[in-house]
């Protein structure tokens, strides 16, 4: 049975039990531990070298007080570094503009972006009552607009009409004039994806970027992509201004990986977790129970 890495770690430290300070070489053993599971959870291993520095340079020589045993002690301090590497507890969606404000989904193609649109404005009109449009930008697939737009019947949310010709840059400003004309409070774009980082995406999102002027930009990432996700974050947060990370699948991604890896590498808060596909499946992000999860 797989062990969690609580149990491993007093397995090789509690043997140490009574003396005053950890040495170098018990905490360099208990960090190979810290090291197999972080990447046993997908961290990037760029993320995981630098994590485990950081609490090997805690660890080292640390005190430890006599109510705790050396195993627990480590654990604490790999929990609390987790939590602060993973950063600020459920950040919210920020609206402090005057409407509609908008906000620019970007993402891979299948991470998620427009259920994650849908989640998003069907939580927004439900729990804060704000009137929201959504566009569909994906000028290249007809069949995203419609995926928009029939989810947007569904959660009760509006969606721009669909003109065919139109280029993304258009749409988008179509789509924040008609806010504006329509009284809604948020309007939504969800830009086109590919299946890999292109030059032609990321002018086109930067593009969006300039025309819609949007009050938040999420990027919205698969959180079983692994290292890959590092690469997709890398690339959109060097070219759009990304103000938060929505990690979608967080279902299947047992042991909570990759928002470190995102945290780690975008320095952005991770604003909102997809947790199925259903629209009710957008938690907030809670930094202690993702460093839980990776400690097992
Ligand atoms: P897009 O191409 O980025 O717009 O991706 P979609 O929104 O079309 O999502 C691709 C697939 O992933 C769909 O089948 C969604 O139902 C599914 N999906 C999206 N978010 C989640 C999630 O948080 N959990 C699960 N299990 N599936 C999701």
Do not use: C, W
């Amino acid at each position: 049975m797989f062990e969690g890495l609580s149990t491993r770690l007093s397995g090789i430290l509690d043997r140490l039990k009574g003396r005053g300070a950890l040495s170098e070489a018990d905490v360099q053993e208990a960090m190979r531990e810290v090291r197999r599971a972080l990447l046993e959870a997908d961290v990037a291993l760029e993320v995981v070298r630098s994590f485990t520095d950081k609490v090997r340079d805690r660890a080292i020589g640390a005190e430890v007080i006599k109510s705790v045993t050396p195993g627990q002690m480590v654990v604490k301090i790999v929990h609390d570094t987790l939590v602060e590497t993973l950063g600020t507890d459920g950040v919210a969606l920020d609206f402090q503009a005057v409407p509609p404000v908008p906000i620019l989904m970007v993402g891979l193609q299948g991470s998620g972006k427009t259920t994650t649109t849908a989640k998003i404005a069907k939580r927004l009109f439900e729990k804060q009552k704000k009137k929201v449009l959504m566009a569909s930008l994906d000028t290249r697939r007809p069949a995203a607009m419609e995926q928009l737009a029939v989810l947007g019947k569904q959660v009760g949310v509006d969606t721009l009409p669909i003109v065919a010709g139109q280029s993304a840059v258009q749409i988008a400003r179509r789509a924040v004039e008609a806010a504006r004309l329509g009284g809604y409070d948020v309007v939504m774009l969800d830009t086109a994806g590919r299946t890999h980082v292109d030059e032609a995406l990321m002018a086109e999102v930067a593009e969006v970027e300039r025309a819609a002027k949007p009050h938040e930009v999420l990027l919205v990432v698969d959180s079983l992509t692994g290292q890959d996700a590092v690469n997709v974050a890398r690339s959109f947060t060097g070219r759009v201004n990304v103000t938060g990370v929505v990690l979608t699948r967080v279902d299947g991604d047992g042991r909570g990986g990759a928002a470190l890896s995102m945290r780690a590498v975008t320095g952005k808060p991770i604003k909102l977790l997809g947790t199925s596909e259903k629209m009710d499946g957008l938690e907030d992000f809670h930094p202690s129970r993702i460093a839980n999860r990776i400690l097992g």
